[in-house]
Nanobody
Framework: QVQLVESGGGSVQAGGSLRLSCTASSDIYRKNCMAWFRQAPGKEREAVASISSGALRIKYDNSVTGRFTISQGNAENPMYLEMNSLIPEDTAMYYC?????????????????????WGQGTQVTVSS
């Protein structure tokens, strides 16, 4: 049973914006650390941002700080990743993930191994 569904990917020019959505049940948002990861061809999957239950702790990878914004999902809205000032290096498959809430408070929040629930991914392509 699919529990996380990403959408919103696409192709944009450098400097453009996209908003990714991760649709899940409100229980998943309420109980878990939610995160966005991305994986470019030939590269390791890397964390982009995470948000704890209740949005008490939000973290970003240095490469996206100031350009990307993660927002909490709830019964009315999915979790979003607002991406602005996109650059070609942002090109990747983007994944939504859920893990134990304490992951968001850990120094190793960025490790994919800490998240057990994954979506199928949505492709983002940024051209120069």
């Amino acid at each position: 049973q699919v529990q996380l569904v990403e959408s919103g990917g696409g192709s944009v020019q450098a400097g453009g914006s996209l908003r990714l959505s991760c649709t899940a049940s409100s229980d998943i948002y309420r109980k878990n650390c939610m995160a966005w990861f991305r994986q470019a061809p030939g590269k390791e999957r890397e964390a982009v941002a995470s948000i704890s239950s209740g949005a008490l702790r939000i973290k970003y990878d240095n490469s996206v700080t100031g350009r990307f914004t993660i927002s909490q999902g709830n019964a009315e809205n999915p979790m979003y990743l607002e991406m602005n000032s996109l650059i070609p290096e942002d090109t990747a498959m983007y994944y939504c993930a859920a893990g134990p809430n304490h992951r968001c408070f850990s120094d190793s929040w960025y490790l994919a191994s800490g998240f057990s629930l994954w979506g199928q991914g949505t492709q983002v392509t940024v051209s120069s």
